[in-house]
């Protein structure tokens, strides 16, 4: 009976995370196809909530406020880079190839890391941490960051989706805004692929890092889920934490670009 209390447990937590990635889907692929005020109203939303949590989990990990108010600012600062991008790369000068691109790097980050642990096990990278995340799976995200991003380069330059007019004298803008052509549109497959491979190896190790920084903060603060806003899934920081983490590397690459 035991057993079969699991078993029926199981499935029903399982109906749950379906249904409610179905909706998360749903929302989420409705507001960045819209744009605009739509887009600005859900990435604030997924902002608010992601802080919130963000200051519980400081509040229960220490109890000086010296800390607590620089583990604040830290969030703040932090989820305030990770939406400024999001709009940024929603931008109407834009297709939805930039934040198409990042987005599904990072669902492949996750889903190859998960079938490459999975089915090769082997060495943790931080047990303490993170008990599931092993050196397989790291491998795994990088080979999927990396067919993506590829998969999108060659997608790009075949059909030049990049290049838009803008100012009154017309011309081209490409590469999130950069001037000039962008180097993937005359490059060969060959050196296409070593740089996708490069960015694929990059985009893992942030959204890693991200997932090890998130469970940290939810050991300090003794924690299971960082919320328990979405059913089935936790808090809205556990749906993006390696997204936040590879968004904030992104926004520091602009930033700082020769």
């Given amino acids: 009976m035991a057993g079969a209390d699991r078993k029926a447990k ?3 937590d399982l109906g749950v995370r379906a249904v409610s990635a179905v909706v998360m889907l749903a929302v989420a692929g409705t507001a960045v196809w819209a744009g605009g005020v739509l887009w600005m109203a ?16 400081a509040r229960r990990g220490t109890q000086d406020p ?3 108010g620089l583990w604040n600012f830290a969030g703040m600062f932090y989820v305030g880079v990770g939406a400024a991008m999001l709009l940024f790369l929603r931008n109407p000068a834009f297709t939805l190839a930039p934040l ?26 931080a047990p303490a941490i993170s ?17 993506v991003l590829f998969g999108a380069v060659m997608l790009w330059q075949g059909g030049r989706i990049t290049t838009t007019p803008v100012g009154p004298a017309g011309g081209a803008q490409a590469c999130l ?14 050196a296409v692929f070593a740089q ?14 991200g997932d090890f920084l998130e469970s940290w903060m939810k050991r300090r603060a003794g924690l299971k889920d960082s919320g328990n806003l979405i059913p089935g899934h936790g808090g809205f920081l556990d749906r993006v934490d390696g ?9 520091l690459m602009i930033l700082f670009q020769p």
């Fill in 10 to 12: 199981g499935s029903s």
């Fill in 42 to 57: 859900f990435v604030c939303a997924v902002a608010v909530g992601v802080l919130y949590e963000w200051v519980r989990m």
């Fill in 66 to 68: 010296m800390q607590r």
């Fill in 100 to 125: 198409l691109t990042v987005m599904l790097s990072v669902i492949a980050v996750d889903v190859g890391a998960y079938f490459a642990g999975r089915t090769f096990g082997g060495p943790k990278i």
């Fill in 131 to 147: 008990p599931s995340k092993t050196w397989s799976g790291l491998i795994g995200g990088c080979v999927g960051a990396t067919l």
């Fill in 177 to 190: 805004g950069s001037s000039g052509n962008c180097w993937y549109l005359t490059a060969s497959p060959v």
């Fill in 196 to 209: 996708c491979l490069l960015f694929g190896i990059l985009l893992a190790v942030c959204a890693q890092a």
């Fill in 243 to 251: 997204l936040l983490a590879v968004l904030f590397v992104l926004a």
